[in-house]
């Protein structure tokens, strides 16, 4: 798959899937390079026609016949379409930045019974120099500046942007008092997409025995506190939805775990089992849905997200990140993160270290007793700070690009509190 995502022109590059549908994972990822690097003469890669191609069965043109298999699964996905036919009129402002996710989402938002949705007109087209963004990417507060615009002249309820490749999704919605728009992190709107699901089914008595959640290990642990709630289990991976799809796979080979839900605190998550990596349509539709059923309840997502921090705690993340260019920099990020795993900070912030993860050690140290256990995660470059009161820090280095991120997380008794907290840790990060 040729796509930029959501990275700047000069990282552009190639995803790489496999039969299951999932992106590589290793060894896969290193018998291909090993492929590769061992053609020392192009003339010798074979090549065939493409009327020939046709005739063996392998090119295949994907068309309207797909499109319609994957949204037919999509709605099968939707818990109260009921709500929406009530709710229809809801306004929505959506943007897909000039990529892929146009389509499916007027597609699928129409078929649920949706009215009135607004497309940026300016963002609508696919253009590959994104010419209205400096940076396509629903992170960035920055590429909402058109939605924003239109959002406000259409009054909408919710603004959404998908980025390039349509596995991202990004979100704000209004707060009803002042009438401004507010964003929500990856984590807020996972968070909001896992509780709807996880309540809902639960009326329905349709949440299996054996459910299971999947997430990256740098996003938020209020996922875990809700799924304990409802009796679901919680599996963390490494950073990439690739090691998501990985257990999806794994829990559909062994029986053992239904899989319910997958996110990244990186704007990425996954409800049902159609897809073997993130997806922002089916992201869309569910937030919507979810947004159709509060407003109904005279509620909204912001109240709903209040009232789980009230229950479960006030968490709250951040990501920070250092760019370090060049050659230099990719020696530079190393060696900072080998300078702490050499000599590991004891405290960050108010919080004291309890335990530290070394993934690439593959081994948890708890500080303490100073017992040893295995991560049980494949090998990475990632250091993992369990800090008191169900705090964390999370350091390593982009996939993606050259950096260095940091990922922090808190639980406090209020917002105000958490936030300083973050603060905090942040200064001491920087130290």
């Known amino acids: 798959m040729i796509t930029a995502s959501h990275n700047p022109p000069e990282y552009n590059g190639y995803k790489v899937y496999w039969e299951d549908g999932a992106q590589i994972t290793s060894p896969k990822d290193k018998f291909i390079m090993e492929e590769v690097n061992s053609i020392t003469d192009y003339t010798c890669i074979q090549t065939m026609k493409k009327p020939e191609a046709i005739q063996k069965g392998l090119y295949q043109e994907i068309g309207e016949e797909m499109d319609e298999t994957y949204i037919t699964e999509l709605k099968k996905q939707s818990i109260h379409p009921e709500v929406i036919q009530k709710q229809a009129n809801m306004s929505i402002v959506y943007t897909p930045l000039h990529g892929a996710g146009n389509v499916p989402v007027q597609k699928v938002l129409k078929e649920i019974g949706f009215t009135n949705v607004f497309v940026v007109p300016e963002q609508e087209k696919p253009d590959g120099n994104f010419p209205t963004v400096k940076y396509p990417n629903p992170e960035d507060k920055r590429s909402f500046h058109l939605a924003l615009k239109w959002a406000k002249q259409k009054g909408a309820d919710l603004v959404l942007a998908t980025d390039p490749d349509a596995d991202r999704l990004g979100v704000y919605v209004k707060e009803e008092k002042t009438g401004e728009y507010i964003p929500l992190t990856g984590n807020m709107s996972a968070i909001v997409i896992l509780h709807y699901l996880l309540e809902e089914k639960k009326k329905k008595r349709e949440i299996p025995q054996n459910a299971a959640i999947v997430k990256s290990i740098v996003s938020s642990t209020m996922a875990d506190a809700i799924a304990k709630d409802y009796g679901v289990a919680v599996f963390d991976v490494l950073t990439g939805f690739k090691y998501i799809g990985e257990k999806i796979k794994e829990f559909e080979k062994s029986k053992e775990y239904t899989f319910l839900f997958g ?130 820090c999370c350091v390593r280095p982009s996939g993606t690009e050259p950096k260095i991120k940091y990922y922090i997380g808190v639980k406090e008794n209020s917002i105000e509190e958490a936030r300083e907290q973050i603060e905090r840790i942040k200064a001491d990060l920087q130290k």
């Open 263 to 392: 996110f990244e605190e990186s704007y990425g998550c996954l409800v049902g089992t159609h897809a073997r990596d993130k997806d922002a349509v089916v992201a869309v539709m569910m937030l919507c849905e979810a947004a159709a059923y509060y407003k109904e309840q005279k509620s909204s997502i912001q109240e709903e997200l209040q009232k789980l921090y009230e229950k479960y705690g006030y968490y709250q993340e951040e990501t920070m990140q250092v760019t370090l260019k060049g050659i230099d920099g990719t020696e530079k990020m190393q060696e900072m993160i080998e300078t702490m795993r050499k000599d590991p900070p004891k405290r960050l912030g108010k919080y004291r270290v309890q335990k530290i993860r070394d993934y690439k050690a593959q081994e948890i140290l708890e500080i303490e007793t100073e017992k040893k256990v295995a991560t049980g995660l494949p090998k990475s470059n990632v250091l993992y700070f369990e800090l008191e009161n169900n705090a964390w």
